[in-house]
């Protein structure tokens, strides 16, 4: 089994760090907010005072932070923490972060000795959660296959996706397309509940019909048509509405560098900064169920 430093504890780092320990693995972790450490310590990882002491003697450095901004910080800066690292270690970032950090940061880590990998999830807390996240990793191929064992024990779909930085595209890609599926599902369903139908009677009807797709089937935004999704608790917890404001962010960008034709995406972002800018921002981002239910 390994030794891992885990940094940022959050609704997704905290189960991803839990269930390293589960797997068997000796995890150090920080962040932070004190609250999230006792969570995970709780659960038998050890606290370390700070970033610097959380990644030092361990085989692997884990990171999943808010913005790429963050990772730099954290990797790069000269307060960062890539000094204390060991030559050999390897970092995996599951951040959500352009392209372009983590390249950034990959070439800094390599230029120390230290491998990388990009590795962003798709899976959400429940994944997190429940062990089955799916990683989408950037990097070489011997790095992936030195991550791929450690992922394992947070995930149960592992995929390379290219070198440094691909995991990162792959990611936006399908979290663009995501947001275009949930703001589709929301309005279909909206237009029906007007027109008098039932919303689950609806939802049964589309999942056997040619309009079936993820959100529809396990993620529902429609409040009591699903258990234990975030529309029948008051939309909270899940994937904030922030964060996919930022991720269609990072699309755009990724599209705007490749001359890529994404309307879609762009009217995506769009409805996300308008739920984020009525103070939605912390509710889940299937509650861009609630935006449809106006009435203009």
């Known amino acids: ?49 700070t970033a610097a002491d959380v990644v030092t003697d361990v085989e692997f450095v884990i990171s999943m932070l808010p913005a790429g901004k963050h990772v730099k910080s954290l990797f790069i800066s000269q307060e960062g923490v890539a000094k204390h690292i060991a030559k050999g270690a390897m970092v995996i970032d599951s951040s959500t972060i352009d392209a372009a950090s983590a390249k950034e940061v990959g070439e800094h880590l390599s230029s120390m000795d230290i491998k990388f990998v990009d590795a962003p999830v798709s899976g959400g807390v429940a994944g997190a959660q429940g062990g089955t996240l799916t990683f989408i990793v950037g990097g070489s191929e011997a790095c992936f296959a030195a991550a ?20 990162q595209v792959a990611k936006i890609c399908n979290n663009m397309l995501l947001a275009i599926l949930m703001t589709g599902t929301s309005e279909a369903l909206q237009m029906g509940i007007k027109h008098g139908l039932d919303p689950k009677v609806l939802s049964d009807i589309m999942l056997q019909s040619s309009g079936r797709n993820w959100t529809l089937e396990l993620y529902n935004p429609c409040p009591d048509v699903l258990p234990n999704v975030p529309s029948s608790k008051n939309y909270e917890g899940g994937f904030m509405v922030d964060l996919m404001k930022k991720d269609l962010g990072l699309a755009m960008e990724a599209a705007n560098q490749s001359q890529s034709m994404t309307p879609m995406g762009a009217l995506a972002q769009n409805l996300y900064q308008i739920l984020s800018a009525q103070g939605q921002g912390n509710k889940d981002f299937s509650s861009i169920f609630q935006l449809f239910e106006q009435n203009k």
């Open 1 to 49: 089994m390994a030794t891992i430093g885990f940094i940022g504890l959050g609704n997704m780092g905290g189960p991803m760090a839990v269930n390293l320990v589960k797997a068997g693995h000796s995890v150090k972790v920080f962040d932070l907010v004190a609250d999230n450490v006792a969570k995970v310590v709780a659960e038998g990882a050890s606290a370390a005072a």
């Open 148 to 167: 791929k064992p450690i992922l394992e024990g947070m995930g149960k779909n592992i995929f390379h996706a290219g070198d440094i930085g691909a995991g």
